[in-house]
C-alpha cells in the first residue's frame, strides 16, 4: 500500500505559489495526478489550459477564477470543474489568497491557447506552442 508521508510530499515553488504533489505516477504510482496548491493573497497565475479536466476544490480563502470567458468568484467549500483544453486563469483573493486540492489525469499536459505566451509566465510556464507536464503532476 504506497503511503505518501507530509514530509516526502514534492514541493514546486513559482513566482505565483506552492504546489505540493499528493500522489502522482511517480509518487505513489497513482493513476491520477493529486497536488495541493497556495497561493498568496493577490498573486495570479499565468494564463493556460490543460489537454486534460481538472477539479479545484477550494480548501481555505477565496479566488477569482477566469475560464472560457467567464470570471466566477469561489470561496473555501467551492469546486470548479475545468474541462480539457480551455483557457483558464486563477487570481488569488487580495485579502487571503486560497488554498485548493487539484485532480487531473496523470499525463496531463499544458499549454498557451493559440501559441501566445502570457507575459508574466515564470520559467515553468509553457512557451510558445509548447506543451509541458508539469512537475507537480508527473
Not at 493573497?41 to 477569482?64: I, K, M, R
Not at 486563469?89 to 499525463?107: D, K, L, N, Q
Request: glycine residues 12%; hydrophobic residues 35%.
Amino acid at each position: 500500500m504506497p503511503v505518501i508521508r507530509s514530509a516526502d510530499s514534492r514541493r514546486s515553488t513559482t513566482p505565483n505559489g506552492v504546489m505540493t504533489t499528493l500522489a502522482s505516477p511517480t509518487q505513489g504510482g497513482a493513476t491520477q495526478a493529486v497536488w495541493r496548491v497556495d497561493m498568496p493573497a493577490g498573486n495570479s497565475g499565468p494564463y493556460h489550459a490543460a489537454d486534460g479536466e481538472q477539479v479545484w476544490t477550494f480548501l481555505t480563502g477565496g479566488a477569482t477564477v477566469e475560464l472560457d470567458g467567464e470570471t466566477v468568484g469561489v470561496e473555501a467549500g467551492d469546486t470548479v470543474v475545468m474541462p480539457a483544453d480551455v483557457g483558464r486563469r486563477m487570481h488569488a483573493s487580495t485579502e487571503s489568497g486560497f488554498t485548493a486540492i487539484v485532480v487531473a489525469p496523470a499525463g496531463c499536459e499544458v499549454y498557451n491557447p493559440g501559441g501566445v505566451t502570457a507575459a508574466d509566465a515564470c520559467d515553468l510556464a509553457p512557451k510558445g506552442t509548447d506543451r509541458l507536464l508539469p512537475p507537480w503532476t508527473r
